[in-house]
């Protein structure tokens, strides 16, 4: 079935100012493999050079749910992926303007090397785009059993803030498990959801 998932990075933003703007608190801390189910999570948590990081399982969260409003509060990097249909996109915010964007859509594209660049990209991010087509190529093209340019936007998440999906977090990583205020933490189900089987 695929997973699916949206995270927005932020750098220079702070923990408390991130749960402010989400209206937002953390329920628990957890090492990532403690998370009961990455399927019905928020989660925030601290990578590399002071980029803070929110992610959600609803692929729409970063783009057009509560994700969002952070991309206004410092330089951020936002994306999305949907591994069922092999739908990746990543947007670099400036001012809360967006200053590029990756995407990559085989379906709307027809073609397993789509891909929809908008604005202009530092050299260093780039380079993934011409390495990834390039190792499309040598697999075989559009007949390749691989579909190496769905992982662009999430490469180039990792370059600029830390995260990439799938990638191990460095060790003694924790997340912070986010509910809305006075609500059931993320990623826990409720009694009677456990009693009966419900999602």
């Given at each position: 079935?695929?997973?699916?998932?949206?995270?927005?990075?932020?750098?220079?933003?702070?923990?408390?100012?991130?749960?402010?703007?989400?209206?937002?608190?953390?329920?628990?801390?957890?090492?990532?493999?403690?998370?009961?189910?990455?399927?019905?999570?928020?989660?925030?948590?601290?990578?590399?050079?002071?980029?803070?990081?929110?992610?959600?399982?609803?692929?729409?969260?970063?783009?057009?749910?509560?994700?969002?409003?952070?991309?206004?509060?410092?330089?951020?990097?936002?994306?999305?992926?949907?591994?069922?249909?092999?739908?990746?996109?990543?947007?670099?915010?400036?001012?809360?303007?967006?200053?590029?964007?990756?995407?990559?859509?085989?379906?709307?594209?027809?073609?397993?090397?789509?891909?929809?660049?908008?604005?202009?990209?530092?050299?260093?991010?780039?380079?993934?785009?011409?390495?990834?087509?390039?190792?499309?190529?040598?697999?075989?093209?559009?007949?390749a059993d691989v579909d190496l340019m769905f992982e662009i936007p999430g490469d180039l998440s990792k370059l600029v803030c830390g995260y990439k999906p799938g990638d191990d977090e460095p060790e003694g990583f924790r997340y912070s498990m986010l509910r809305k205020i006075g609500g059931e933490p993320?990623?826990?189900?409720?009694?009677?959801?456990?009693?009966?089987?419900?999602?």
């Open positions: 079935m695929g997973f699916s998932h949206s995270w927005v990075a932020v750098q220079g933003l702070s923990p408390d100012r991130t749960l402010e703007a989400l209206g937002m608190e953390v329920s628990e801390v957890l090492a990532p493999q403690d998370i009961p189910d990455w399927r019905r999570i928020t989660v925030m948590g601290q990578m590399k050079d002071g980029w803070l990081l929110v992610l959600s399982a609803d692929a729409e969260d970063a783009f057009e749910g509560k994700l969002s409003r952070l991309t206004a509060l410092g330089p951020a990097i936002a994306c999305s992926v949907y591994e069922s249909v092999m739908f990746s996109e990543a947007r670099f915010y400036v001012g809360g303007e967006q200053s590029w964007r990756v995407a990559h859509d085989p379906e709307k594209g027809e073609s397993v090397g789509a891909l929809e660049v908008t604005g202009s990209l530092p050299a260093e991010l780039d380079a993934i785009i011409r390495d990834a087509r390039a190792g499309q190529e040598a697999e075989g093209g559009e007949e993320a990623g826990k189900r409720g009694f009677f959801a456990r009693l009966f089987g419900g999602s």
